[in-house]
């Protein structure tokens, strides 16, 4: 009996680990941003006084720093990774179509009154669509960016490949 609810555990586990969403943020107006895997793990980047930036991992009540700037003890990254080809660009379009849109707000000023002015049109037609997209003549930049998944879409991505 207990290894039946084991089992059962395990089992409602594995599907909950391949539904749970995937988020990736980014916010340049409040400066937040982070990949999440909703409810398990969060991975934000952060301002650091001494280093450029830190990153902030937590999973479930721990959390710790990494400092990708500090030198390494021992180099990492020395393999050659193999040639990008036709079949590896197929998989990265549809590992990007698993993902989908959940907010976009872009608002930007060219610093050109002109060009402001020409991209007025377009920002009205884009308006129509998808996203929330402004132009504005105070010098005020910036970009708030969602996109989620599941693990199961990616996983049927490199299935589907």
């Known amino acids: 009996m207990m290894l039946f609810v084991l089992l059962f555990l395990l089992f409602?586990?594995?599907?909950?680990?391949?539904f749970i969403p995937i988020i990736i943020y980014i916010n340049t107006k409040e400066n937040l941003y982070y990949l999440a895997l909703k409810g398990l793990f969060k991975a934000s980047?952060?301002?650091?006084?001494?280093?450029?930036?830190?990153?902030?991992?937590?999973?479930?009540f721990y959390h710790f720093y990494y400092y990708p700037f500090k030198k390494a003890r021992a180099p990492i990254f020395n393999k050659?990774?193999?040639n990008f080809n036709i079949k590896s660009?197929?998989?990265a379009k549809n590992l990007i179509k698993s993902f989908k849109i959940k907010k976009l707000q872009l608002n930007i000023d060219?610093?050109?009154?002109?060009?402001?002015a020409k991209l007025f049109p377009l920002i009205a037609i884009l308006n129509t669509t998808y996203g929330d997209y402004t132009i504005n003549f105070k010098?005020?930049?910036?970009?708030v960016f969602k996109v989620q998944s599941r693990p199961v879409y990616i996983i049927t991505s490199f299935i589907n490949n």
Not at 12 to 18: D, K, N, P, S, T
Not at 45 to 60: C, N, S
Not at 139 to 143: A, E, I, Q
């Open 110 to 116: 060219t610093g050109d009154f002109i060009l402001n």
């Open 45 to 60: 980047l952060e301002k650091h006084p001494k280093e450029i930036i830190q990153i902030k991992f937590q999973l479930f």
């Open 80 to 82: 050659k990774i193999g």
């Open 12 to 18: 409602f586990g594995v599907i909950y680990l391949l």
């Open 89 to 91: 660009s197929k998989l």
């Open 139 to 143: 010098g005020k930049n910036y970009l």
